[in-house]
């Protein structure tokens, strides 16, 4: 059983389309994130939500919309997608201790 | 705000050799820190953590890291690298304020030679 899984692994798609990400824990957090890998590795936080309400919100185009209908799931809609949004999105979920639980990723490439 | 700093880029070592990647950050308040261990293409999966008390912690695969508050630095060791080590290695620092957000470094490519 996979802990926290997000769909699709891969996306390849055209500039200017909109594109959406699904991620959902089966962990029983209360936290989940998206955090944004570039091309040389760097994680960085984008989002935030505890209990469905947004807590974190960092500087992010507001073309990015997250939504979570419920503390399991917490999808990434991006829209009028770019070049510079080619990245690794990676949802995580954590418990009250801090510890992050990661999905594997979604690989998208912007052409 | 807090931060992280993992100075080496790479690191290449011998299988069977000790290994040891570096890792400083900037946090006003006692720290919550994190390794992780990320695999091509693949998510990044928890190594060990420390909050509190024994400022030596053991983590899965053999490996350990030593929290030093006078240096700033997590780092993290392992005395005899396998093939399988061969990674992106990540340090992080946290607080349990602002919905446990994670600061990450900029990562440490492990390369294993034969």
């Known amino acids: 059983d996979t802990a926290v899984s997000q769909t699709p692994k891969y996306l390849v798609t055209q500039m200017g389309n909109d594109k959406s990400i699904k991620c959902e824990q089966n962990?029983?957090?209360?936290?989940m994130y998206w955090y944004k890998q570039d091309s040389k590795k760097f994680l960085k936080i984008m989002f935030s939500?505890?209990?469905?309400?947004?807590?974190i919100n960092e500087t992010v185009p507001n073309r990015f919309s997250p939504k979570s209908p419920d503390k399991a799931h917490l999808n990434l809609h991006i829209n009028s997608l770019e070049l510079g949004d080619s990245a690794v999105y990676f949802c995580a979920s954590s418990s009250d201790t801090g510890e992050l639980f990661f999905g594997e990723g979604s690989r998208l490439t912007v052409l | 705000a807090q931060s992280v700093t993992q100075p080496d880029i790479h690191i290449t070592v011998s299988e069977g050799a000790s290994l040891e990647l570096r890792c400083n950050y900037s946090?006003?308040?006692?720290?919550?820190l994190f390794w992780y261990v990320q695999s091509p293409g693949q998510g990044l999966q928890l190594l060990l953590k420390y909050f509190s008390g024994d400022t030596l912690v053991q983590g899965i695969k053999g490996f350990e890291a030593e929290f030093k508050r006078s240096q700033s630095s997590f780092n993290l060791r392992k005395p005899s690298v396998h093939w399988s080590d061969a990674a992106e290695y990540f340090c992080?620092?946290?607080?349990?304020?602002?919905?446990?957000?994670?600061?990450f470094g900029g990562g440490t490519r492990l390369m294993v030679k034969p």
């Open positions: 962990l029983g957090h209360d936290t």
């Open positions: 992080a620092v946290g607080n349990n304020n602002a919905g446990n957000m994670l600061t």
């Open positions: 939500y505890n209990n469905k309400e947004l807590i």
């Open positions: 946090y006003g308040a006692t720290p919550y």
